[in-house]
């Protein structure tokens, strides 16, 4: 999972995404993404940024609520569950440091947790 932050969720959020899973994936002739109906991934910016990227990624949306096809979902599920809800961080830096080492520790064993296995044959 890649991933990137910021201060809002804004164009400029996604645009930086963007960047960063060509730059992480060069050998990708082509990345396709799917993404909810969200302003920020059709935004002016956004298909500026895309043109800049000359049809390396290519965006697909999904319908406009469809949490059971959508594997993010789960994934927000997920992080929540373990690292969201009831925290005890004193500031928000603190909170997304333990965000970012909850997603690493994700992707360094490979493995899924149950709440991303379940209910669709996507989560496979």
């Given at each position: 999972m890649t991933w990137v932050k910021g201060a809002s969720k804004a164009s400029s959020l996604f645009i930086s995404l963007l960047w960063r899973l060509a730059?992480?994936?060069?050998q990708a002739r082509r990345i396709h993404l799917i993404l909810d109906n969200a302003s920020i991934h059709d935004s002016r910016k956004?298909?500026?940024?895309l043109a800049?990227?000359?049809?390396?990624?290519?965006l697909h949306f999904l319908p406009p609520y469809c949490p059971e096809e959508n594997r993010i979902e789960r994934r927000w599920l997920d992080l929540h569950?373990?690292?969201t809800r009831n925290h005890r961080c004193k500031s928000m830096d603190e909170?997304?440091?333990n965000v970012d080492a909850y997603l690493q520790a994700?992707?360094?064993?490979?493995?899924?947790?149950?709440a991303l296995r379940r209910s669709s044959p996507l989560a496979a």
């Open positions: 730059t992480e994936n060069k956004t298909h500026l940024a800049q990227l000359r049809g390396r990624i290519v569950a373990n690292v909170l997304l440091d994700r992707n360094d064993s490979g493995e899924s947790s149950p």
